[in-house]
């Protein structure tokens, strides 16, 4: 690797805390290091990534383009503190925030990705959503050092015939609509466009809801600013709170205080949620 970068976040940051669920079929997390494969001018690069104990953030890869656009997946310079600062009272997620302080929602290597992940999670468990993406990818995408892959770019997945993402695990209805999508929008354009616009675009779009559209402004986008509306996780966090069954539409009153970080609100509900942060008792008083 010929090209090293050091990193001081803007504002707290935790890559551990970030990167702890970010591996996939494009990148491992293990032990502190992140390794991610990354497709720069039709080479595959590898860039690597890992923080020390006073904060920096060091990226080392096979070029400076490649560090870049490491330091972007990992939203580095997306300082999150108004966000802190706006739910530090908060009477649901306040201590949740305050304990996770250095999360930020770690970033796919293409819009294409989050579309396809978007796609691959709908009404699924987390994991085996997972498992259906990585072999997708693999399958389709071109392989690195480590036996890790490029992220899908639209035209990979665009040339496609869905009966072939059938056959590697995706519903025929899914992969139809995913290709259609893919072959009629310039999915990286997307990255120009303001995210209300970007909403109303994709929410025209027979098979992707809420979620999905979630996942594709979080993850593929980098915005804060809309959540996942229709979550598995945020709709058991609901149940339990209301103590009744909800359904997907109902989250979004869940995530509505939150305004323009609805986003980050989402990661931080569903991670304070898996680890018992979240203060219900408080949030029903208010």
């Given at each position: 690797m010929s090209f090293e970068l050091a990193v001081t976040p803007r504002g707290p940051y935790s890559l551990s805390l970030s990167a702890r669920l970010a591996s996939d079929a494009t990148r491992t997390f293990r032990e502190g290091l992140l390794t991610?494969?990354?497709?720069?001018?039709?080479?595959?690069?590898?860039?690597?990534?890992?923080?020390?104990?006073?904060?920096s953030v060091t990226i080392r890869a096979d070029s400076?383009?490649?560090?870049?656009?490491?330091?972007?997946?990992?939203?580095?310079?997306?300082d999150h503190s108004g966000f802190l600062l706006a739910v530090r009272d908060d009477p649901l997620l306040g201590h949740a925030s305050r304990q996770l302080r250095g999360l930020r929602p770690v970033r796919v290597g293409t819009v294409a990705q989050a579309l396809l992940r978007a796609f691959c999670g709908q009404l699924i468990e987390a994991k085996r959503a997972r498992r259906l993406e990585q072999t997708i990818v693999r399958s389709l995408c071109a392989e690195g050092p480590g036996r890790l892959h490029v992220a899908p770019t639209g035209s990979d997945l665009g040339a496609l015939a869905p009966s072939q993402l059938r056959?590697?695990?995706?519903?025929a209805r899914r992969g139809a609509a995913l290709v259609r999508l893919c072959?009629?929008?310039?999915?990286?354009?997307?990255?120009?466009?303001?995210t209300e616009a970007i909403v109303r675009r994709l929410g025209r779009e027979r098979g992707l809801g809420p979620w999905s559209v979630g996942v594709v402004c979080l993850e593929g986008l980098g915005?804060?600013?809309?959540?996942?509306?229709?979550?598995?996780?945020?709709?058991?966090?609901?149940?339990?709170?209301?103590?009744?069954?909800?359904?997907g539409a109902e989250t979004a009153e869940l995530l509505e205080p939150y305004g323009e970080w609805a986003g980050i609100a989402s990661v931080y509900l569903l991670a304070g949620y898996g680890r018992g942060l979240l203060s219900f008792d408080a949030a029903e008083a208010a």
């Amino acid at each position: 690797m010929s090209f090293e970068l050091a990193v001081t976040p803007r504002g707290p940051y935790s890559l551990s805390l970030s990167a702890r669920l970010a591996s996939d079929a494009t990148r491992t997390f293990r032990e502190g290091l992140l390794t991610q494969a990354l497709a720069v001018d039709g080479r595959v690069e590898t860039a690597r990534a890992w923080q020390s104990p006073g904060g920096s953030v060091t990226i080392r890869a096979d070029s400076a383009a490649s560090a870049e656009r490491l330091r972007w997946l990992l939203a580095l310079d997306d300082d999150h503190s108004g966000f802190l600062l706006a739910v530090r009272d908060d009477p649901l997620l306040g201590h949740a925030s305050r304990q996770l302080r250095g999360l930020r929602p770690v970033r796919v290597g293409t819009v294409a990705q989050a579309l396809l992940r978007a796609f691959c999670g709908q009404l699924i468990e987390a994991k085996r959503a997972r498992r259906l993406e990585q072999t997708i990818v693999r399958s389709l995408c071109a392989e690195g050092p480590g036996r890790l892959h490029v992220a899908p770019t639209g035209s990979d997945l665009g040339a496609l015939a869905p009966s072939q993402l059938r056959r590697l695990g995706l519903h025929a209805r899914r992969g139809a609509a995913l290709v259609r999508l893919c072959r009629s929008l310039d999915l990286e354009r997307l990255h120009d466009q303001p995210t209300e616009a970007i909403v109303r675009r994709l929410g025209r779009e027979r098979g992707l809801g809420p979620w999905s559209v979630g996942v594709v402004c979080l993850e593929g986008l980098g915005r804060y600013d809309h959540g996942l509306v229709g979550d598995l996780g945020l709709i058991k966090l609901l149940r339990a709170m209301r103590g009744r069954e909800v359904d997907g539409a109902e989250t979004a009153e869940l995530l509505e205080p939150y305004g323009e970080w609805a986003g980050i609100a989402s990661v931080y509900l569903l991670a304070g949620y898996g680890r018992g942060l979240l203060s219900f008792d408080a949030a029903e008083a208010a």
